[in-house]
Structures are given as C-alpha cells and as structure tokens.
C-alpha cells in the first residue's frame, strides 16, 4: 500500500485545485509504478516511456474527474491498465532471445553460466510478451505489483474467479513455452 | 502451477525503476498546446532526483529468489509470499536494527502483537525488523542474514484458514502466517536457521 507524504485526499484535492507542487508530489508517488507496468507489458524501454508520459499526462488532466468511488490507487491502475491495452506497439522486439544472448557474448568474462541464465530470462520475457494482452496484463499486476487477485479483479472490473482463470491460462501457456528451457525439476538446462 | 516459473516470473517481472527523465518529458507534454488540458508543473528537483532505492533494487535483483520449498498456497498464503520477495528485494529501512534475539522479539510483540519466539541460537545474524501495512493488514517483518545471502520472515494474523503446514514457504499455526525469502537462489533452506540451527 502507498504510504504519501499527505494523506491521498488531500494530495488529490490539491492537485485539483491545480496545485502544480502536488502533481509532482503525486508523480513521485506513482511513478515507478506507472514505469514498471509499462516496461513488463511493452517489454521496449522507448515505448515504456511513451506509454508513461501519456499516462501521467491524463491522470494530470483528468483527476478532476476522479471522485472517490475507488481508492487512488486503484484508479491510476486502472488508467495504467488502459493505456497499455489501448497502446498500439511502435518498436516489436526483434528476435529477443537472440538479441540479448548476443549482448551477453559481448560482455568480456561472462561465464557459460550467465549466458544461460540471461538466455533463460531473454525467454521468459519473450514467453510473457507473446501472451494476449488481457492475461499478460494480468500477470503483470500480478507479479511486478504483487496484487491479490480482488485486488487485480477491481482494477479490471471483472471476477476474482476471471483473474485467477486468466493466470492459470497464462501459467499454462508459458509452462508449455518455457519447457523446452528447463528440466524436469524446473532447473536451468 | 510450477514453483519454478512463479519465482521466475517474480524475478523477471519485478518493478523497476523510472527513468530521471520522465518528469521532463511529462512536463513539456502537459504544456504542449496540443495537450487536452494544460496543467502547470513545476521545474525538475536536482538533488533529490538521487533515489537510493533504484540502487537497492538494482543490487538485490540480481539474486533475489524465495523459499518456494513444496509450497502450493492460494490466496493468502501466496500474497504473504508474493509482500515477502518485494520486502526482500525493497531495502527499505529498518525500524529497529538490532542484532539481539530477545531485542527483536519484544519488539515485534510490542509492535504487532505476535511473538515470534525466535530461539536465542540461531544459525543466522538478525539485522533488525519494521512494520508492513498492507492491504489493511499488519504485518511483522523479520529481517537477517545467512552468510551473504539477505532473508526475511514476515508473521501475520491469518484472515482465513489455510492448509498449509510448516516446512514450507508459507505456512500457519495457532491462526498466525508466516513467510520465508531469501535471496539465496542455490540454498533457499538456509533461511530455515533462523529457528532450526540444525537443519
């Protein structure tokens, strides 16, 4: 939970009087928040910053329409959710496994070790990216937020019983993608 | 699920860090005149753009890892798990730091309620502990050390029964939660020490 500097009402109120020290006391709050989703779910750093600066720019323009049905919190996710699912992507990734294990082989000392594991991460990232936007958007507010699923059930306006159907599909999809990366007892081939 | 692919997706996925630069780039693009309503923001801060967490973060990805043993918990048991590998990887500052077993655990009872009941012998050197709110629940959190490798417990009061025994990464007694990370990824049961020193 974010602990702000003033309780979330006031800093909200201020901001809607157009307080501009308080939008940016609102942007240190969220903002590696807003960033990190963006990141997980564009997977390109360029578009991360694109999807981030619109976002802040329509929770800025638009927080006088906020009126306290939900909490704070969970409005900003929502407008993050729908900015992401709404961005169209500019920069795909190309060929991403093998772009960073080429980036690695460069790196002077890398050990055979750090090659695989950054192959492995290169393939879970690639394996999250190829997910339909609304289960890997799913699994993102899961892992990079650490959400429950009522919590992620009330920024996506659905059922926990969607939530936790939609994680076990994209559990499913990337174990399947993934196995050919891992052993038996999930260890690193 | 795989125990395998929820650490690493808790480990790829983790948050980062937004670029210094963000700011700038907001600012300009809410006073754009193509902007749907301008907003008036203020200029950068220099110095206190210097964020120590990004660093903490940075460090502690590289490793972080939990003690996912044989656990296969929902609901609760997975969130309390989940707040303990971003508590582990959070580096946020200690309420108390002390190294005193007794020290910690008066701490927490006086702060949370709960007793720990952390043996005097251990296997692992206590760094300190600090409250965590979240999602309205209080929750204790024990942090030490292996070796090199970082861990915490976190103890909280169970909102809804769970069938989860101990020796795992999460488990419940006497209506009480516990969690388990570390960050060592090649022995996640050396967290284990805080209470068992022979393992």
């Not at chain 2, 997706?9 to 907001?26: K, N």
Request: contains cysteine; aromatic residues 6%; neutral net charge.
């Amino acid at each position: 939970m974010i602990v702000l500097e003033r309780s979330e009402r006031e800093l909200v109120s201020a901001c809607q009087r157009g307080e501009s020290e308080a939008f940016r006391e609102l942007f240190e709050t969220f903002r590696d928040k807003v960033y990190s989703i963006a990141l997980r779910y564009s997977g390109d750093r360029a578009v991360a910053m694109d999807i981030s600066q619109d976002i802040f720019v329509k929770l800025f323009s638009s927080i006088r329409d906020f009126r306290g049905d939900s909490s704070f919190e969970t409005w900003v996710y929502r407008l993050v959710v729908n900015s992401c699912l709404d961005h169209r992507r500019k920069h795909w990734r190309l060929v991403p496994m093998a772009a960073e294990v080429l980036g690695s082989l460069r790196t002077s000392g890398d050990s055979l070790a750090e090659m695989l594991r950054s192959e492995f991460s290169a393939g879970i990232r690639a394996a999250v990216d190829r997910l339909a936007p609304d289960l890997r958007i799913a699994v993102i507010l899961r892992y990079t937020e650490g959400l429950s699923y009522a919590e992620i059930a009330d920024v996506l306006g659905c059922s926990p019983g969607t939530v936790a159907s939609r994680l076990n599909r994209a559990h499913k999809a990337l174990e399947r993608r993934l196995s050919h990366l891992v052993g038996k007892e999930g260890q690193h081939v | 699920m795989s125990d395998w692919l929820e650490l690493e997706l808790a480990e790829e996925l983790r948050p980062v860090a937004a670029p210094d630069e963000l700011w700038e780039r907001v600012r300009h693009a809410a006073i754009a005149p193509s902007a749907s309503a301008v907003v008036v923001l203020p200029p950068s801060r220099s110095a206190s753009w210097a964020r120590l967490p990004v660093a903490a973060i940075l460090t502690l990805a590289v490793a972080a890892a939990t003690l996912w043993l044989v656990a296969r918990g929902q609901g609760t048991a997975l969130d309390l798990r989940q707040l303990a590998i971003q508590e582990l990887r959070g580096n946020r500052k200690l309420t108390i730091e002390s190294a005193s077993t007794a020290e910690i655990n008066d701490w927490m009872r006086r702060e949370t309620g709960f007793d720990p009941a952390l043996p005097e012998r251990s296997g692992v050197q206590l760094t300190g502990a600090r409250v965590v709110e979240k999602s309205g629940v209080r929750v204790g959190e024990v942090c030490f050390r292996v070796g090199d490798e970082k861990a915490v417990l976190l103890v909280a009061r169970a909102v809804q029964p769970m069938e989860l025994a101990h020796g795992r990464a999460a488990w419940q007694i006497h209506g009480v939660s516990y969690a388990l990370a570390t960050s060592s990824t090649e022995h996640p049961e050396v967290a284990c020490q805080l209470c068992h020193s022979v393992l």
